[in-house]
């Protein structure tokens, strides 16, 4: 177990690396400066922007002076925000952990019960109904259902603001409009498995010993038709994050995706990388997570064999 | 909510601020904050006349207009109690020239007396030898105190419009003693910082809120209309109207092109001529641009009058000249709309009816209100000369980098002045301007400049910029479309907040009566 999670570190270790080291390059190679604006710099007070920030030197110093720093904990200044990276990125985060922690509850309490339903009535107008708003829930982008909550729920019925961030109660539209479609695909994913496990033996079993159907369920079937679930999460809690780059946008709310996209616009490499390296963490930890969990599930599958 | 506090004003703000170091500062956004949180020699009214006075109390100008005395009110205090002194003014400039800050307006500082040579002596030093040669070559510098009330400033040229750039952030004082004690960057963090105007900032929420409270030692504080500013960032334009009319904001600015129309009906709606520019560059080191017949026939093809109607709705003016209105400047028509002449020009140039013309490319940055614009004068310019036009959206960066270097024929491009003076546009197109662009370059031009900076009669220097307005316009290397407007949204309760050219809103100034009533 220790081998293979130390194993598993080294290999992170080597995809971060792999990751930072592309985006730095593809970066540096995109047009544009960091520093340039329609009203120029005064040649004197750029050159001496360009030495302070390295700018000057050739593109392979700079990414040696950035993974030098790195390796000392510093993620850079932020060139346009005039502030270091980790206090911008440590201002952020909370609210992209909080709307997508709040999206991914939403998806499991409101997805799973559905999905069980949906699959325990197979073929019935209730299983019909929920995987047509499934369905639905899959289809529509985020970027259409933000604004439609925000006409009916903001405008329209005055219950939320249509954006920004005053407290917690300013999560709620941004995660249902983030979690809709995770909903739905959780919905679909616990059906899916539902519907291959009841026809399982051991599950003809329990009912041959005579277990009530809502034993059966709960014991025997909900752990196997949740494998799915579970291999999905990793993944899904990670595309959450990432994924709130456009609803955070969509509700102004100060989290990681903003400075990301305004960053990536303004040229603010330091930023960037950042916030690249926050997003490629989570992913790597969350997928470990889940392959960890995954053990725990299914007992065929042992970690670290 | 915030806004019901009639002591409290609410403004949206498109963005964060970069820095709250006045120095360092270079943009409209930072602007909006700076203003309420320090205070300059003079600060600017509610309205368009004259600054008035803020840190100094009163001024002299010497005969010739090179030497300025400004006299520090005694009652004058940072936001942690110290007296604000002359050598806070005098060593914010010279922090600027000395380098130990990247300041991007260093021009206004450039103002000063032998601040260029000091300047640029000090970048030519290496470094060991500056700190012997600062104390030696800063007392030449054309800033004396003369004792802690009194500041004298001698410039290297008498210029007119010096109290407006007296008036501007980059000219604000700094607190000496956080500097010493924190050094330049963490001085300037919010947490940090001290400041000297009416109010100061208690807490700022990146892309979230920025709360500003009175300052408790601010000088006139018993005369401001408010104990609180909160200034809440919304990037979106569109959902800085909602929040106006959700009563979650008192001021908002920009609202969307397309939603004026809907929202001039609103009570709080407020239009006024902005000091900017919507132009077109031309790259005149090129074929065909490099034929002034060319450049002009493209000018005189462009019904600047219609593109207003149809395009922006009437709410722009078109321009017939490159300077917007401003007070003691009114533009003249050194333009005109003549397509007959125009077809004339082409045709002398070498292309009758558009024949062999190359196909002309207009480069704009992606943006819609752009792209409407580019179509219009794409049309404009096949139907009246014949000639094929593409368009060619490019990203803010990439289209900025293209511009300098000057790889493209045409390229759309904005100016809002920094002052209001004639020179804050007609300064770009100076053959050595770092903004010009274009690859104009007239000896004429740069004399005209650089005598209007030497002129000291204000009659006879405003001639020269007009003469110099008049040779831009009739070299055209940049075609300019239409003036800016700036457009308000501000809550009927608000009062002392008023249109101004330089679009500076001091929350000194502002009051909010307690029966506010609705929006919509």
Request: hydrophobic letters at 45%; glycine letters at 8%.
């Amino acid at each position: 177990m220790i081998r293979y999670v130390l194993g598993r570190f080294a290999q992170s270790l080597a995809v971060l690396f792999v990751i930072l080291t592309a985006s730095f390059f593809i970066m540096k190679a995109a047009p544009g400066s960091p520093l340039s604006e329609d009203r120029a710099l005064d040649p004197e007070v750029e050159a001496q922007l360009m030495e302070q920030y390295r700018l000057d030197q050739p593109v392979v110093a700079q990414y040696g002076y950035y993974i030098g720093g790195l390796l000392q904990g510093d993620l850079g200044p932020s060139i346009k925000q005039k502030a270091p990276v980790s206090e911008i990125i440590g201002g952020a985060i909370g609210y992209s952990l909080a709307i997508g922690g709040l999206a991914m509850v939403f998806a499991l309490l409101l997805g799973i019960p559905l999905g069980l339903i949906s699959g325990l009535k197979q073929n019935t107008a209730a299983d019909y109904g929920l995987m047509t708003f499934a369905m639905i829930g899959v289809s529509i982008p985020n970027f259409v259902l933000g604004p439609l909550l925000i006409l009916v729920f903001a405008t329209g019925l005055g219950w939320f603001k249509s954006g920004g961030w005053t407290g917690p109660q300013d999560a709620i539209l941004p995660a249902i409009s983030l979690g809709m479609f995770y909903t739905a695909y959780v919905a679909r994913l616990t059906r899916g498995g539902m519907l291959e496990v009841v026809r399982q033996d051991f599950i003809r079993t329990a009912r041959a010993k005579g277990l009530t159907e809502q034993l059966v369920v709960v014991r025997h079937a909900l752990r196997g038709a949740l494998l799915p679930v579970v291999s999905y999460l990793g993944p899904a809690f990670a595309s959450v994050l990432t994924g709130s780059i456009v609803i955070e946008k969509v509700f102004n709310v100060p989290g990681l995706g903003t400075f990301f996209v305004d960053a990536a616009f303004n040229r603010d490499y330091f930023l960037v990388l950042g916030v690249i390296i926050v997003y490629s963490l989570l992913l790597i930890v969350l997928n470990f997570l889940v392959d960890l969990l995954y053990g725990v599930l299914d007992p065929r599958v042992k970690v670290g064999e | 909510m915030l806004t019901d506090d009639p002591r409290h004003f609410v403004f949206a703000l498109s963005s964060d601020p970069e820095t709250f170091d006045p120095g360092v500062m270079s943009g409209s956004i930072e602007g909006k904050v700076a203003y309420q949180i320090y205070e300059g020699l003079v600060s600017p009214p509610s309205d368009d006349g004259p600054p008035v006075p803020g840190v100094a109390e009163r001024w002299e100008m010497s005969p010739d207009g090179s030497t300025w005395t400004f006299y520090l009110r005694d009652d004058a205090r940072w936001s942690n109690g110290d007296p604000v002194v002359a050598e806070d003014f005098r060593q914010a400039w010279l922090r600027q020239l000395r380098g130990d800050i990247a300041s991007d307006y260093i021009s206004f500082v450039r103002y000063l007396n032998n601040a260029r040579p000091f300047e640029q002596g000090l970048r030519m030093m290496p470094r060991f030898f500056r700190s012997v040669l600062v104390p030696v070559l800063e007392p030449h510098v054309g800033a004396r105190v003369i004792d802690d009330r009194t500041l004298e400033v001698t410039l290297q040229q008498p210029t007119a419009y010096f109290l407006d750039i007296a008036m501007f952030y980059t000219m604000f004082p700094v607190h000496r003693g956080t500097i010493a004690a924190l050094g330049d960057e963490d001085a300037f963090r919010p947490e940090n910082l001290v400041s000297n105007g009416p109010f100061r900032i208690e807490r700022f929420l990146r892309r979230n809120r920025i709360e500003m409270v009175q300052n408790e030692h601010y000088w006139d504080g018993d005369n401001l209309g408010l104990d609180a500013v909160t200034a809440i960032i919304i990037e979106d334009n569109a959902a800085r109207v909602t929040a106006y009319l959700d009563r979650r904001v008192d001021w908002m600015h920009e609202p969307p092109n397309d939603q004026l129309a809907i929202l001039s009906a609103d009570p709080g709606f407020r239009s006024a001529p902005q000091l900017g520019t919507y132009y077109y560059r031309f790259n005149v080191t090129q074929p065909p641009m490099d034929d002034l017949r060319v450049r002009r026939a493209l000018s005189m093809a462009l019904n600047r009058e219609e593109l207003c109607r149809c395009t922006l709705d009437d709410l722009y003016e078109a321009a017939w000249a490159f300077v917007p209105p401003l007070p003691g400047w009114e533009p003249r028509d050194l333009l005109r709309f003549d397509p007959g002449a125009a077809r004339d020009l082409l045709a002398e140039a070498g292309y009758p009816n558009g024949e062999g013309f190359p196909e002309l490319v207009i480069l704009y940055n992606t943006n819609e209100n752009h792209r409407v614009i580019a179509q219009a004068v794409q049309d404009m310019w096949r139907v009246e000369l014949g000639i094929e036009v593409q368009l060619l959206n490019q990203e803010w960066k990439v289209y900025l980098e293209t511009m300098e270097a000057l790889d493209y024929m045409v390229a759309r491009a904005g100016w809002i002045g920094d002052y209001v003076d004639a020179n804050t546009f007609l300064h770009l197109w100076r053959s050595f301007d770092e903004n010009n662009n274009t690859g104009f370059d007239n000896a004429d031009y740069d004399r005209l400049m650089a005598d209007s900076i030497r002129e000291t009669d204000p009659a006879a220097r405003l001639q020269l910029l007009r003469d110099a307005e008049a040779l831009l316009m009739q070299e055209m290397p940049v075609m300019p479309i239409y003036f800016y407007s700036q457009f308000h949204l501000v809550h009927p309760s608000v009062e002392g907040w008023d249109m101004n050219v330089r679009n500076v809103h001091l929350a000194r100034w502002i009051s909010k009566t307690p029966a506010a009533g609705g929006t919509q």
